[in-house]
């Protein structure tokens, strides 16, 4: 659906030389022109101007760099919840390595990125050494004499109470008091 660019009318009586008039209005763009601003040859279009190229590859940049902080993160993560995995048998929460020892997850990596698991291990069990409650395997000291259980105790209860017993008590008392 597109105009020609010239189209050629009848003479116009107003020109004095019988010359033909063209229509000067301008064609209706072609999306066939504007969708190929990709040629083939490898020259960039007039259009692109060398600030627009250099905005384009600074704005590339900038994904580029947003994309690596983000794959950063999530290796950082990765690591940490691996290098937790590996102390998990020596400190009850492995995150207090570095949330209460302040260890810095950076001292524990080789050259490739890869956990150096003894230098950990180490770290917890020096840590543990330090604050024992940390550990897996501890167990609060129970106080001597503390009895945590509900109710009072008798003394005089019989160690030998069943239900039987307790039953037939209870009936020869209301048998005596009638």
């Known amino acids: 659906m597109?105009?020609?660019?010239?189209?050629?009318?009848?003479?116009?009586?107003a020109t004095p030389t019988g010359d033909t008039v063209e229509d000067t209005t301008t064609p209706a763009a072609e999306p066939e022109a504007e969708a190929t601003t990709d040629d083939t040859d490898g020259v960039e279009p007039e259009q692109d101007s060398p600030n627009s190229e250099?905005?384009?590859?600074r704005r590339q940049l900038r994904e580029t760099q947003t994309e690596l902080?983000?794959?950063?993160?999530?290796?950082?993560?990765?690591?940490?919840?691996?290098?937790?995995?590996?102390?998990?048998?020596?400190?009850?929460?492995?995150?207090?390595?570095?949330?209460?020892?302040?260890a810095d997850l950076a001292d524990y990596l080789d050259d490739n990125g890869d956990i150096l698991t003894d230098e950990l291990r180490t770290a917890a069990e020096t840590l543990v050494a330090q604050?024992?409650?940390?550990?897996?395997?501890?167990?609060?000291?129970?106080?001597?004499?503390?009895?945590?259980?509900?109710?009072v105790r008798s003394q005089s209860a019989p160690s030998s109470a069943t239900w039987s017993t307790v039953l037939t008590d209870q009936r020869r008392r209301q048998g005596h008091t009638q």
Do not use: M, N
């Not at 604050?131 to 109710?151: E, H, N, V």
């Open 69 to 102: 902080a983000t794959v950063r993160d999530q290796l950082a993560t990765y690591q940490r919840r691996h290098a937790e995995l590996i102390i998990s048998d020596v400190i009850a929460t492995p995150a207090d390595l570095f949330d209460v020892g302040h």
């Open 131 to 151: 604050r024992p409650q940390l550990g897996a395997s501890y167990t609060p000291p129970w106080p001597a004499g503390a009895d945590y259980g509900q109710g």
């Open 2 to 13: 597109t105009a020609p660019e010239h189209t050629p009318t009848s003479p116009d009586p």
């Open 54 to 57: 250099a905005a384009k590859r």
